[in-house]
């Protein structure tokens, strides 16, 4: 069985970081990912709030994550993971192919998932007019009426993004007032091609091939009203990469309960970014959560090595 001294599960902010912290701590550093390294940035435009990027966009700073990890010979293997468990005292990664890695230390840094809304059309047009990722999928909405549902910093944020492209962004939300920060939800406001549809909740998605219409409900007055439109944009909220772990770990609300130095209930076992407990996820956040995830995990190797 292949066997490394530090297994990172996640490339993105948190876990190429742990990679530039645990090669420069001496650490022999493999990073698992199923998908392109990046993380969630990659499906973001711009990116402005990361101290000393001034004109950053999502894959730009992305991809220096990468390089940046690469440069210090993290080894960055494309592998989906199926599970992760601890077997007479090791712990063991399985990759979904059945191959199993021994890992000294683990950092889980698997981010966190788009919530889906559940309405019934969501998943048929998922696709044909549904999205995820305004910066993927604006373009397709030139001079069309979109729909973005939800009402935190992501809605409103992409809905503002929207405007470049669609003739009219409808903004709808559960609620009479913004989850996101005042700054955002006032530039949205000012806005004269975003339409607020408060105390509203998406009923349906409807359409032939492609959406040409929801339905929504007014939750005070239990009004319905049909928009006719092109696309939906689904912004409502993230949900816990966690599918591998079982109940190996303890978790709150699904997301991965760790101590100061980020430790998991299972010493040697390392939680960064998203997918853990914390009050606010950033990329900056993130990011210093994979340097501290890392250096804890070269305490914990070098006490097992010194047997303390
Ligand atoms: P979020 O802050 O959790 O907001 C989710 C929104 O979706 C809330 O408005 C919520 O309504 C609504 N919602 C949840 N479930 C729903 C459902 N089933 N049906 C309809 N609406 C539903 O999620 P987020 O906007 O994805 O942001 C995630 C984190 O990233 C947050 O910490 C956010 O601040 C951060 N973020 C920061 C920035 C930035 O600083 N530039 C940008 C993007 C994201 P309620 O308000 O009624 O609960």
Redesign the pocket.
């Known amino acids: 069985m292949e066997k490394r001294e530090l297994v990172i599960i996640g490339a993105g902010p948190a876990g190429l970081s742990a990679a530039i912290y645990g090669r420069r701590a001496g650490l022999d550093t493999l990073v698992l990912e199923k998908g392109r390294p990046g993380g969630q940035i990659l499906s973001t435009n711009r990116v402005?709030?990361y101290p000393g990027i001034l004109d950053g966009t999502g894959t730009g700073l992305a991809d220096a994550f990468r390089a940046h990890a690469e440069l210090f010979k993290a080894e960055i293997r494309s592998v989906s993971v199926q599970r992760l468990e601890v077997r007479g005292g090791e712990k063991i990664v399985t990759l979904k192919d059945g191959r199993e890695i021994a890992a000294g230390a683990v950092i889980l840094a698997t981010g966190a998932a788009f919530?889906k809304?559940g309405c019934p059309g969501e998943k048929k047009y998922t696709g044909m007019g549904v999205s995820y990722c305004a910066v993927c999928d604006a373009a397709f909405f030139e001079d069309l009426d979109v729909a973005v549902?939800?009402?935190?910093?992501?809605?409103v944020?992409e809905a503002c993004y929207l405007t470049g492209f669609a003739s009219k962004v409808y903004l709808i939300?559960?609620?009479d007032e913004?989850?996101?920060?005042r700054l955002?939800v006032d530039c949205a406001l000012a806005n004269p091609k975003i339409e607020p549809v408060m105390d509203s909740?998406?009923e349906s998605i409807e359409g032939g091939d492609m959406v040409e219409r929801i339905v929504v409900r007014n939750v005070k007055t239990n009004e319905r009203r049909t928009i006719e439109l092109s696309g939906v944009f689904i912004?409502?909220?993230?949900l816990p990469n966690t599918g591998f772990l079982g109940d190996l770990l303890r978790t709150d609300g699904g997301w991965i309960v760790t101590d100061d130095r980020l430790a998991t209930s299972v010493p040697g076992i390392f939680a960064a970014g998203d997918v853990r407990t914390t009050p606010?996820?950033?990329v900056v956040t993130a990011a210093g959560d994979g340097a501290r995830a890392a250096m804890s995990a070269y305490g914990y190797l070098h006490a097992a090595r010194c047997g303390g």
Do not use: K, S
């Open positions: 402005e709030n919530r809304q549902i939800g009402g935190g910093n992501t809605a944020e939300h559960r609620r913004f989850r996101a920060d955002v909740v998406l912004f409502i909220g993230l606010l996820r950033q």
